[in-house]
């Protein structure tokens, strides 16, 4: 067990509480909070008010301060006005209480910011973990402890469920009791001055009580520490997130494709793929999806068979099912030949299996049996049209029956279309162990999710090799664009860094005058493509900087000439360096890669189409840094570039491994330069496999 885990379950699983603030006045929360303990089933003789006006409170012996319980008290919620709380948190230290649940709002959420950071001083002084402030408490089914003012408890279950929205989850323990939804733990995090989900995330990560993990958030503040505890935690139990506020694109000063392409949400959805975090996206789907994970095993292979007393459902059911990419077994003659003694002759043996509307338990039992016994079929979906032919409860009997003689090894998820007792008897399934929706889509969806979160946990994760990098050499272009205040490198400065890191660039070199220009040509080779050199020009074209399809050294000294006149015409005062002349890259497919640092996550590398429409055509896919490899392959397999790369009509395959290569070496890049905001490679000529990429035009802008 880690530090974490050993930390918080003071929080979430104390065997001692102590409410400081119980209040007198039924009305109040601090009364509400010990009612609330006692109520919910906690240990009567382990539940210690603190209020120094009240010798009892709803017959429990009161102490002025929690220094006076003569017991140790493992959790103490605190419930008394802001002003008030620095003072009874440091009385928590000295008494070596082991976590705090801050309750009393006033704090950051209306500015006090010093205020709430002094808490987490006097906590982090005393070796105690803080939760909150403004929050509604932690709710533990597992010790029957409701330390909130939820007014139940929630059912027990195994699902945890983590808000960022203390109204909300309130408002939750309502709905999943009216659902029949087990939980083994709600909290709220409130302000999250110190505990949020990262803890939580790896706390519920080890507890041996939660399968799943869900979590409704409105903002995720320790980026990098999330997509490394959420991808860990994620090979061992799901984790089902609903995050809302699709904030605001950020807005940089200096936009590269990349940045402007970036967003925060885009950032979310990036990092919960790497995390292996399902998104959901309202809370009947999270839901939803929670009871599929703690009901049944994960499907061990790809074949889905569908099973339905109605034609209709079933291709409801198809179509879903195609949508999200599931496989539906074509049903083999021999296991044909035993289904159809389970349904008339002009019953359906194909995918969706048609038992048709005359199917009676024994069929629906039969056909069950025999497709959970057979090797080739790894998850059913049992469909059910209330027809006047049978009862629902009768066919709910028969999936339990079946389950049950099979052994529970492979998912199987209902769907009972009806009126109410249909309800009913998805709701009895569900508590059985069967998630039963009310439509087949939610039940293929569920499914989905399944086969998703598999798919997760059996990927590989390939660390990149260390490659060869020439840090000084970067190190020192860079110095040269800070010591003047530069925040645009030049394209020249741009190449030589991404060179430094192994990417390769077109050959190129910079001229003082035309003598070094046809010295540099004649040792490169042409066709050449001649460009200013200037800090003060970001448009070359518009002042005439650029000439392209240089052939010869006559050529390279009167393209010389011209650009010095053009630029000495159209920019007299730009500070002008030099010309740069540079070999011109073989046209080929075009691609961008791209680098943007997100104020949450850090950097996030992008991947897409190139070319000089890439913020039109937006066919582009992010990912966080650390990227593994595997993270580079599914980043380029998300785009439509990756038709193209694979070889779109009759083209050779192109060299996709070089631009993971290249992908990987900007991570790096990123990793070594925190003053790096933003990277275009745009566009990257990316050649038949085996023959490489070559970056073509670079731009690097620094924070
Ligand atoms: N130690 C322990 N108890 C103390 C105390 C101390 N040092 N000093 C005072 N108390 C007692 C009070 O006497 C009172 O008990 P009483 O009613 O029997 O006299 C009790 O603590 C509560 O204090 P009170 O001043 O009456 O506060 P309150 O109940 O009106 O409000 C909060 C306290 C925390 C509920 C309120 O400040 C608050 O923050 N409310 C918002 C909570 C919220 O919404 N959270 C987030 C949800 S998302």
Redesign the pocket.
């Known amino acids: 067990m880690n530090d974490v885990y050993e930390q918080l379950k003071y929080l979430l699983r104390p065997s001692s509480v102590a409410v400081?603030?119980a209040?007198?006045?039924p009305h109040?929360?601090?009364h509400q909070v010990l009612k609330n303990l006692l109520k919910g089933g906690f240990p009567k003789n382990r539940i210690y008010p603190?209020?120094?006006?009240?010798e009892y409170i709803l017959g429990l012996k009161c102490y002025p301060?929690v220094k006076d319980v003569p017991y140790p008290v493992d959790m103490a919620v605190i419930?008394?006005?802001?002003r008030?709380v620095p003072?009874?948190l440091q009385e928590c230290v000295e008494k070596g209480v082991k976590a705090v649940t801050v309750?009393?709002?006033?704090f950051k959420e209306i500015g006090r910011v010093e205020e709430e950071r002094k808490l987490v001083e006097i906590a982090r002084k005393g070796d105690m973990r803080l939760l909150g402030p403004?929050?509604?408490g932690v709710c533990d089914t597992i010790k029957s402890m409701n330390a909130s003012f939820c007014q139940d408890l929630p059912y027990r279950g195994d699902i945890a469920f983590i808000t960022q929205s203390?109204?909300l989850g309130i408002a939750l323990v309502g709905w999943t009791k009216l659902k029949r939804i087990g939980l083994s733990d709600l909290v709220?995090i409130?302000n999250k001055a110190d505990i949020d989900e990262v803890d939580l995330i790896e706390f519920f990560g080890e507890d041996p009580y939660t399968k799943v993990i869900t979590l409704y958030l409105e903002g995720i503040t320790r980026g990098r520490e999330f997509l490394q505890i959420a991808r860990k935690v994620s090979k061992k139990k799901p984790i089902i997130m609903l995050k809302a506020g699709k904030a605001e694109r950020t807005v940089a000063a200096i936009k590269s494709h990349t940045g402007s392409l970036a967003g925060s949400d885009i950032a979310y959805e990036a990092v919960f793929k790497q995390a292996g975090v399902i998104r959901a996206p309202t809370f009947p789907d999270l839901f939803d999806w929670a009871i599929a994970f703690s009901s049944l095993p994960l499907p061990e292979g790809d074949n889905v068979i569908i099973l339905t007393n109605g034609g209709g459902a079933g291709v409801m059911a198809t179509d879903e099912a195609e949508l999200r990419g599931l496989k539906l077994m074509d049903i083999p003659e021999d296991l044909a030949e035993k289904l159809k003694e389970f349904m008339p002759p002009f019953g359906s043996v194909f995918n969706p299996i048609d038992l048709t509307g005359m199917a009676t338990k024994e069929w629906y039992r039969g056909s069950l049996e025999v497709l959970l016994a057979d090797p080739r079929v790894h998850s059913v979906v049992v469909i059910y049209c209330h027809t006047a032919q049978t009862e629902p409860r009768e066919i709910g009997d028969a999936i339990l029956e079946a389950v049950k003689s099979t052994g529970r090894e492979k998912p199987v998820i209902a769907s009972f279309i009806g009126g109410e007792e249909c309800y009913e008897e998805c709701e009895r399934l569900t508590a059985e162990g069967i998630p039963c929706y009310e439509s087949p889509e939610r039940a293929i969806v569920a499914l989905s999710m399944l086969y998703k979160y598999r798919d997760f946990t059996r990927r590989k994760e390939t660390v990149p090799p260390i490659f060869a990098v020439n840090i000084e050499k970067a190190q020192r272009v860079l110095k040269v664009a800070k010591e003047e205040g530069r925040k645009i490198l030049t394209p020249y400065e741009s190449a030589a860094i991404v060179k430094a890191y192994g990417i390769p660039v077109p050959e190129q070199g910079l001229a003082k005058n035309e003598e070094e220009a046809v010295k540099i040509a004649e040792r490169i080779g042409y066709p050449l493509v001649l460009s200013i050199e200037s800090p003060d020009i970001l448009h070359k074209t518009e002042v005439g900087g650029v000439k392209v399809g240089i052939e010869n050294a006559e050529e390279v000294v009167k393209a010389f000439r011209e650009i010095i006149n053009n630029v000495s015409e159209k920019a007299p005062h730009a500070d002008i360096r030099g010309i740069v002349v540079r070999k011109m890259a073989p046209p080929s497919r075009e691609v961008i890669i791209g680098m943007h640092r997100d104020p949450i996550f850090g950097p996030m590398l992008m991947f897409g189409s190139g070319g000089i429409l890439v913020e039109l055509i937006k066919d582009v896919s992010f990912r966080a840094v650390p990227l593994t490899v595997e993270d580079a392959y599914e980043m380029i397999k998300e785009t439509k570039a990756y038709s193209l790369l694979k070889g779109f009509r009759g083209m050779p395959e192109a060299d996709i491994d070089k631009i993971v290569e290249i992908m990987l070496r900007i991570a790096r890049l990123a990793n070594d330069f925190p003053e790096i905001a933003d990277i275009d490679l745009n566009p990257v000529f990316v050649y038949e496999k085996g023959k490489g990429c070559l970056a073509a035009d670079i731009k690097i802008v620094l924070q």
């Open positions: 400081i603030g209040s007198r006045e109040k929360i601090g603190i209020n120094p006006h009240a301060s419930v008394v006005p802001a008030i003072k009874v309750i009393s709002s006033g403004n929050v509604v203390g109204a709220s409130g």
